[in-house]
């Protein structure tokens, strides 16, 4: 029987722009966003939303949108999600353990989002639309996968959910 995979992308919350002497991976999540992270936190809880492992930006806005999911899982802050491309985000899948079944990755577009097109072959055709126009912040993606994290690959994800903070 063959296993199936849990993946969740989270684009970051809506970050500040206050402080124009602050550079882009210093920046904090906006009130707006920090509201969005909150929204967010009471949908994991209500959907019993739990990775086994969390990969987190190690960008300001990043940290702060998974620290507000108070989540109990394993987290591995990494300066390479930071500003990585689809390709280097699949890489870092593909090395995950498969004694892991469920993975969230908080980052940011445009990787994120082009990984979860990417990767979506199958799903509400609604959903699947709402995916490919584009990712907003706030917004987490649930796809499932059969097979072992290394074998990765395109169109091969069902699009379970599209989780839109501003529409909680």
């Not at 980052?107 to 584009?134: C, I, Q, T, W, Y």
Request: proline residues 5%; charged residues 20%; neutral net charge.
């Amino acid at each position: 029987m063959v296993a199936v995979r849990s993946l969740y992308l989270l684009r970051h919350a809506k970050s500040s722009w206050d402080d124009p002497g602050l550079g882009d991976h210093a920046r904090p999540l906006s009130p707006r966003g920090e509201g969005a992270a909150r929204d967010l936190a009471a949908y994991f809880h209500r959907e019993a939303v739990e990775p086994a492992l969390v990969l987190c930006s190690s960008a300001v806005r990043a940290r702060q949108t998974l620290q507000a999911l108070c989540l109990g899982s394993e987290v591995c802050y990494e300066d390479d999600l930071y500003g990585a491309s689809a390709a280097e985000l699949l890489a870092r899948l593909r090395r995950i353990s498969d004694e892991i079944g469920s993975v969230m990755v908080v980052g940011h577009n445009p990787g994120l989002h082009e990984l979860a097109v990417s990767f979506s072959g199958k799903g509400d055709a609604v959903l699947m639309a709402r995916l490919r126009d584009k990712l907003p912040t706030g917004t987490l993606v649930q796809l499932a996968f059969p097979g072992p994290w290394a074998s990765l690959a395109e169109r091969q994800a069902t699009l379970e959910a599209l989780v839109m903070a501003r529409q909680l």
